[in-house]
């Protein structure tokens, strides 16, 4: 296989092994041209973990570490990010109290920070319901992000954000009273007008002109890996093949490319891209 000439990095992305396709997505990243990708944990219900204590979510960190394992034999650079879905608590509420729902969840992020504490994972992951809640759990679900904040903050690590589309301005005040960077803060699947650091989907429109701004911004793919929905959001080459396709129809250069998938990386989560 003909040697990359610059990073392709996919930053977030979903391999599972038990619902999905698992190494061969995996494979069909590194072939599509990908080399270095942010292995992002599932919610526990993928893996049929349903939480009551904080034991519970080691299952789902811990599989998701060995799954970044069998990645790097490939030969791809993994970065496992970890946290808790804030879909959850929908979940959780269906056997247990908001209260005690939001107590879980915090916990769960605990357990998170320690596997970056450790080495083992370089950000953590948190959010709040993209979808319609009742204000008890969408004021319960801010707690938690505040508390997932904080953590990052103490980590001084990135923290990746699921959350509703639109720009968060919110969530950027939230960081603020947390004292936490927003270029470190992710929002994942984002939008070119949210304050916080965009995280877009390898086929937004509004890429070329951003890099023609040099305007700081990740790629990915959000694909969840599982049977049931192929191909969700989009293909696990789909980062890969979208950055060339741009390079080769000249809507962004070779220097924007390092930009996005090596140097704003760089700068987002304190790890070093090389090929």
């Known amino acids: 296989m003909k040697s990359p000439e610059f990073p392709v990095t996919d930053d977030h992305i979903h391999i599972d092994p038990v619902n999905g396709r698992g190494i061969e997505a995996a494979k069909d990243f590194f072939r599509a041209g990908g080399t270095h990708l942010f292995l992002v944990s599932k919610p526990s219900w993928s893996l049929s973990v349903y939480p009551s204590s904080t034991v519970d979510f080691t299952t789902v960190f811990d599989t998701t570490i060995q799954v970044a394992r069998k990645i790097e034999a490939i030969g791809i650079v993994v970065f496992p990010v970890l946290g808790v879905h804030p879909a959850e608590i929908s979940r959780l509420i269906e056997r247990m109290s908001v209260q005690e729902a939001t107590k879980i969840m915090k916990a769960g992020l605990d357990c998170a920070a320690g596997y970056i504490q450790n080495g083992k994972a370089v950000a953590l992951k948190s959010g709040r319901p993209h979808y319609d809640v009742n204000p008890e759990v969408w004021t319960a679900s801010n707690d938690i992000l505040s508390h997932a904040l904080n953590l990052a903050a103490d980590l001084r690590c990135a923290l990746q954000i699921h959350a509703e589309s639109g720009p968060c301005t919110d969530i950027a005040d939230m960081a603020g009273d947390a004292n936490f960077p927003l270029q470190r803060l992710v929002k994942h699947y984002g ?9 877009l989907i390898a086929n ?14 990740t790629m990915e793919s959000d694909y969840m890996d599982e049977n049931s929905r192929p191909g969700a959001v989009i293909g696990p080459k789909s980062v890969p093949r979208y950055t060339k396709q741009m390079l080769r129809y000249g809507l962004i250069t070779q220097e924007d490319c390092f930009r996005i998938h090596a140097e704003t990386i760089g700068k987002v989560y304190g790890v070093t891209i090389r090929l």
Do not use: V
Request: charged share 25%; glycine share 0%; net charge neutral.
């Open 191 to 199: 939008s070119p007008d949210t304050p916080l650091h965009p995280s």
């Open 204 to 217: 937004h429109e509004a890429i070329p002109q951003l890099a023609r701004e040099r305007r700081l911004f």
